[in-house]
C-alpha cells in the first residue's frame, strides 16, 4: 500500500468515525446539537463520503480531480466546526 492510498483510507476511517459520538446513528442528543448538518441524514452522509473515499483508495490515480472535491468536503466541515465552535460561549471560554 503507498502512501497516498493510507492517507484515502485514513481519510475514509475518519468519516466512519461519526459513528461512535452517534452511536451508529441511535443518539438523539448528538442529533440534536447540530441538527443543520450532523442530525441523523448528516452523519448518513459522511458515512456514504467515507465510502466514497474508499471506492477510490487503491485507484485514485485514475481520478486525481477527485481528490479535490475530497480535500473540499475536509475543508467544509472544518471551517463548519471551527465557526461553531467560535459561536457558542462554552467553547469560547475553554480556549
Not at 481528490?67 to 475536509?74: G, R, T
Amino acid at each position: 500500500m503507498d502512501r497516498n492510498t493510507a492517507i484515502i483510507i485514513a481519510a475514509a476511517v475518519y468519516n466512519f468515525g461519526v459513528l461512535i459520538p452517534s452511536r451508529f446513528l441511535t443518539n438523539e442528543n448528538f442529533h440534536a446539537i447540530d441538527p443543520v448538518l450532523f442530525d441523523r441524514n448528516g452523519c448518513v452522509m459522511v458515512l456514504l463520503w467515507g465510502f466514497a473515499h474508499l471506492s477510490v483508495a487503491w485507484n485514485y490515480d485514475a481520478v486525481p480531480y477527485l481528490l479535490f472535491v475530497f480535500a473540499a468536503e475536509k475543508l467544509f466541515y472544518v471551517i463548519y466546526w471551527m465557526r461553531w465552535l467560535y459561536k457558542r460561549q462554552e467553547w469560547k471560554n475553554s480556549w
